[in-house]
């Protein structure tokens, strides 16, 4: 039988959230631009794509709502009752036609819209149609607004009932509210209801499961049934009736015998009563509860009466049970398991269906196929065992003397097995035979003699668990795997298992001596330290002490030391870039006439030339050669600022600029002089005019047509190479999008 499990229907949403949906796939699953230029031809296309294409999303929607959703004439009767109880079977077929009858109009709505656009002859009327079209499918839609909320609603209800197989073994429980019966579902299955001390705190069916004898078990637990009319009772009672009237069961009804759940012996017998018709066909067992409250043996007269009426009526038994103390609980499960059981035999064998499966079931029935005959073969080893065994029970039998007799059986057994005197002697063997002196009985002698014969001619073997158990046990014991080791010699066994290292054995390589030669190393590094020990302590001596020639050696170290400190950093003062070798070629005449050509003074030049010369004649030393250098610098300084103060226009000779350059103490450049603009160093004044008319030229026709230029941060591509980033969705926008 198939299980339903509702919990895998899908969420219907709202009807505006159902338009949202389909026309947002529509503009993100179709085009949204029309071109300049298309011809009408494509346009209509265009539309007619996305008028088809809303249409097919409305119908598959629809169309899996309603697959989904299931079909009341095409469930079990206890299912569709059950919807008709929760949500009334006439509203949930009308929600579900109203759907079908949506779909059908969305569908007819897109072919008519599509056949218009088919004669449409301008893009405005194209567009036209296909809002028209779209608008009156979410029109549609909108409509459903109501069928669609019930239906979420049923949803939601619909996953929360439990799966329940119809077909399966069950127990279904009932009576009176707040009888006990959610606290036996709980105490035999799985399941975890709620349990109140007032009445009605099952609202809806529970299901449980449990095993017995290798098969699953399920068992409900319905809602609290009243007394009254069928016409009176509410949808939780209804619950409980549609599950007795389609669901094959053993049906457990509850009588609460202690009248704590509020209701009267005589009230719930006429609840029995007025239910009966849902047994029919169906195994009954009546439960007694609550006995811890009130034994059945103190109920009156007339309360045994009612309880012998609900007996004699179906032929059932009536069971104590408690479910605070357990008592009972056992019996009950298993009585109504095995009724259960017995029911659903006798109702195959009375069915139709034995005579279909008798017919396919064949005996088959072995035939002789010769006249040999065939006897048992006993081997003949087993034979002379089991005749050993005879004679040692024999012999411990018929002595007096235990013991005596026992020894007797030994030598026996060893004289039989050919001189053989390995037959252990155990402590559990002669515990056997002293056995026989406690037991009176002669068939417990015989059988006791019969061990401790077999014991003797068939000794134990000593197994591994038996070594364990004499080595000290699980944990002490470590066993002993070499011994099974299969070689060629046995001997070989416990033989050290060789180190082998790419191919080689590590023993071969292995030095005798090395041992000794392990105590030669210690020895030695004791010397060795012993001589390190002796040189700090003469390294702390006074230095005084020492020799004129250690101390002449020690200057001379030192002194080696810090000449080559000096060629160290010699060589690191020399890691900066060299002056070409033609630069070093040039001569003040060359560097003049570099400067002329540029326009610039070289009288400085040249007169610091000529001093530097002469005082290289006159043998000056350095220090007075830095006082001319200095006097000269400022002579420069000082006709480099009058003249300055006569310029007038380029913003380099105001008094400002010169008393800027005095405060920064001559430092860098600036104190050298003015400072030229980067633009205009290098250069005459003729090429700088050369230069500004070349580009005022060059920007005269540009500026003319108002092109734009490299600042105007311009794409210099073309629009096929740039697509990516000019084509694209709409974003969301407060414009209409549909």
């Known amino acids: ?337 095995d009724i259960l059981l017995e029911h659903r035999v006798n109702r195959k064998l009375k069915g139709k269906r034995i005579n279909d499966v008798m017919n396919r079931i064949h005996i088959a029935q072995p035939q002789k196929r010769d006249n040999k005959s065939r006897p048992v073969q006993v081997p003949p080893s087993v034979l002379r065992r089991r005749m050993q065994e005879s004679q040692v029970k024999q012999q411990i039998l018929g002595r007096e003397d235990l013991r005596a007799g026992l020894q007797a059986a030994v030598s026996a057994a060893t004289t039989s097995a050919g001189g053989s005197s390995n037959l252990p002697r155990t402590a559990a063997q002669i515990a056997a035979a002293n056995k026989l002196s406690l037991l009176n009985d002669p068939e417990a002698a015989d059988k006791a003699a019969a061990e401790a014969a077999a014991s003797l001619v068939r000794p134990k073997k000593r197994t591994e668990k038996d070594i364990e158990a004499e080595e000290g046990g699980a944990g002490i014991y470590n066993f002993d795997r070499r011994k099974l080791y299969d070689l060629k010699e046995e001997d070989w066994r416990y033989d050290k298992v060789p180190h082998i290292v790419d191919g080689k054995n590590v023993a071969d390589f292995f030095d005798p001596d090395i041992e000794q030669r392990l105590r030669e190393l210690d020895a030695e590094e004791a010397r060795l330290e012993q001589m390190a020990e002796l040189a700090e302590q003469n390294a702390e001596d006074d230095p005084n002490d020492l020799d004129d020639e250690t101390l002449a050696l020690h200057d001379a170290i030192n002194s080696a030391k810090d000449k080559i400190k000096l060629q160290a950093a010699a060589r690191k003062a020399n890691n900066r870039p060299r002056v070409p070798r033609k630069a070093w070629r040039r001569n003040i005449d060359d560097m003049e006439a570099h400067l002329n050509e540029l326009g610039l003074d070289a009288a400085a030049v040249r007169s610091r030339s000529v001093a530097a010369s002469a005082a290289a004649s006159r043998g000056m030393t350095a220090a007075a050669r830095d006082k001319v250098r200095r006097n000269a610098k400022r002579k420069r300084e000082d006709s480099t600022s009058s003249s300055s103060m006569d310029t007038s226009g380029d913003g380099y000779g105001d008094d400002d600029s010169n008393a800027a350059r005095r405060k920064m103490g001559g430092r860098g450049l600036k104190a050298r002089g003015v400072v030229t603009p980067r633009n205009r160093q290098g250069v005459s004044e003729a090429q700088l005019k050369a230069a500004a008319k070349l580009q005022k030229k060059s920007l005269s026709k540009s500026n003319q047509e108002a092109r734009a230029g490299a600042a105007d941060r311009r794409v210099w591509n073309s629009k096929a190479s740039m697509k990516h980033l000019l084509t694209g969705k709409r974003g969301i926008g407060s414009n209409d999008r549909r």
Not at 46 to 75: G, S
Not at 258 to 269: F, L, N, R
């Open 1 to 337: 039988m198939v299980q339903y499990n509702f919990k895998e229907l899908p969420v219907v949403p709202t009807a505006s959230e159902f338009v949202d949906i389909i026309l947002s796939r529509t503009q993100r699953k179709t085009p949204t631009v029309v071109r300049h230029g298309w011809k009408i031809s494509r346009i209509k296309n265009f539309y007619m794509r996305k008028v088809k294409f809303t249409a097919a999303n409305f119908h598959e929607k629809l169309t899996h709502i309603l697959d989904t959703f299931p079909k009341l004439d095409e469930l079990h009767p206890f299912y569709a009752d059950l919807i008709n109880v929760l949500y009334s079977r006439d509203h949930y077929k009308l929600a579900l036609g109203q759907l079908n009858k949506a779909r059908a109009l969305i569908d007819n709505l897109g072919k008519d819209y599509v056949r218009l656009l088919t004669h449409g002859d301008s893009l405005y009327r194209c567009k036209m149609l296909k809002r028209a079209a779209l608008g009156r499918m979410c029109t549609v839609t909108k409509k459903l607004k109501a069928s669609l909320a019930y239906l979420e609603e049923v949803r939601k209800h619909m996953s929360r009932l439990p799966s329940i197989d119809a077909s399966t073994r069950t127990l279904m429980i009932t009576g009176y509210p707040n009888v006990g019966k959610s606290s036996f579902i709980n105490k035999i299955s799985q399941a975890n209801v709620d349990v109140q001390p007032y009445a009605f705190t099952t609202k809806s069916l529970f299901v449980g499961h449990f095993d017995y004898k290798y098969l699953r078990w399920q068992v409900i637990d319905t809602p609290g049934i009243l007394d009254h009319p069928l016409a009176d009772r509410n949808t939780i009672e209804m619950q409980a009736v549609t599950a007795l009237a389609h669901l094959h069961s053993t049906v457990l009804f509850f009588i609460d015998i202690s009248e704590a759940c509020g209701y009267t012996i005589k009230q719930q017998v006429a609840l029995y009563h007025s239910i009966k018709p849902l047994f029919v066909n169906k195994p009954l067992l009546v439960v007694a509860n609550k006995t811890d409250l009130r034994r059945p043996e103190e109920l009156d007269e007339e309360d045994r009466q009612l309880l012998a009426s609900i007996k004699n009526d179906r032929e059932t038994s009536i069971l104590p049970m408690s479910n605070v103390s357990e008592e009972g609980i056992y019996d009950v499960k298993t009585r109504a398991c």
